[in-house]
């Protein structure tokens, strides 16, 4: 996390950084070991406001797929086994589609 971070609400939020025609704001959670980074990348500006392309990581997506479940969280696909490791897809309350991934 950037040293120019902000807390906001309950997260601390970066400055936007700008490194050449790219720029990104991050996130982090107080405490937590992970953060989110939000950038549209170039030629998909025409996007902003209606994709969400992320990804989140997890050590072991079938644990964490039926922990979610068990929550009541709605997923497109079970996981899936992929020459790179394994994932799952979900939706969020906002109809966005999320992929948890992870090496298993």
């Not at 902000?6 to 959670?29: D, N």
């Not at 309350?93 to 948890?100: A, Q, R, S």
């Amino acid at each position: 996390m950037s040293r120019s971070a902000q807390k906001e609400g309950g997260y601390f939020v970066s400055v936007p950084t700008i490194f050449g025609p790219q720029r990104w704001i991050e996130l982090a959670i107080p405490g937590a070991e992970t953060g989110i980074v939000l950038f549209t990348p170039p030629g998909h500006e025409g996007w902003i406001g209606t994709l969400l392309n992320a990804s989140l990581f997890c050590n072991d997506v079938h644990t964490t797929y039926e922990e979610l479940v068990a929550r009541g969280v709605e997923f497109t696909s079970p996981p899936q086994r992929e020459s790179w490791g394994t994932s799952a897809t979900l939706k969020d309350c906002e109809g966005n589609l999320l992929l948890i991934a992870g090496a298993s």
